[in-house]
């Protein structure tokens, strides 16, 4: 098993500049969320699924869109790029509260570092 | 709105001595996990806690969770220069599909 795959690693945008970032897993979890991490700070969840079809906001969803086509994969996308998106970008998926007896044991991704300019 | 507070911010001591991180809340979790991440990766799990007052230990890292299931502590024994790393708390409520962490401890064991 890859786990939870990110892509792309490194990324440099433009102000005003849009993009999707990649994730997938393949341990068949239902959820799957993801997170960003600025200097100095932990984990902000910024959107989670709790399976295909169903999306919900995080603490900061404000910039960002997702989407969960299939149990495999979960897209974020930055519709018009700000400095302050600036960030390393984790996605991590789990099972479910009811499979997972209430623990959600995250997995995550290796994070994607994104540079706004 | 910080649910999980962790402290110290910062800590940087001398490999043999040892420590203690604490994660504390207002708020009451159905279960506990601590993380730890390296410069460059993601977080890794390393415990979860989910009944009040557990302890549990794995190998020189000790975890506990508070009786009301509301905070938690890592003590850790005769650090090692390996166990530097930012360590995380999160919490977990059951059916509400995501987690909440801390801002986590930056541990650095100097040799």
């Known amino acids: 098993n890859a786990g939870v795959t990110q892509t792309p690693k490194f990324q440099v945008l433009k102000t005003g500049q849009s993009m999707t970032l990649q994730c997938a897993q393949d341990m068949n979890h239902e959820y799957m969320s993801w997170y960003r991490q600025d200097p100095g700070m932990g984990l902000r969840l910024i959107h989670y699924?709790?399976?295909?079809?169903?999306?919900d906001q995080g603490e900061v969803p404000n910039g960002y869109n997702v989407s969960r086509s299939t149990t495999e994969d979960f897209p974020l996308r930055l519709l018009s790029a700000a400095p302050s998106q600036t960030s390393v970008y984790f996605c991590?998926?789990?099972?479910?509260?009811?499979?997972?007896?209430?623990?959600?044991?995250?997995?995550f991704g290796p994070g994607t570092r994104l540079t706004v300019l | 709105t910080q649910l999980l507070e962790q402290s110290p911010q910062f800590l940087s001591i001398q490999e043999g001595e040892n420590l203690t991180v604490y994660c504390n809340s207002s708020s009451v979790f159905s279960s506990l996990q601590w993380y730890r991440q390296e410069p460059g990766e993601g977080p890794v799990l390393l415990v979860t806690?989910?009944?009040?007052?557990e302890v549990k230990k794995l190998k020189r890292l000790t975890f506990q969770f508070g009786d009301a299931r509301k905070d938690s502590s890592l003590h850790i024994t005769a650090a090692q220069p390996g166990d530097t790393g930012l360590y995380l708390c999160?919490?977990?409520?059951?059916?509400?599909?995501?987690?909440?962490f801390g801002d986590g401890t930056t541990l650095t064991v100097k040799p």
């Open positions: 999160a919490g977990a409520r059951t059916n509400a599909g995501k987690s909440t």
């Open positions: 991590a998926s789990s099972y479910s509260i009811r499979r997972d007896r209430g623990r959600n044991e995250q997995f």
């Open positions: 806690v989910v009944t009040g007052g």
């Open positions: 699924s709790v399976g295909a079809g169903i999306t």
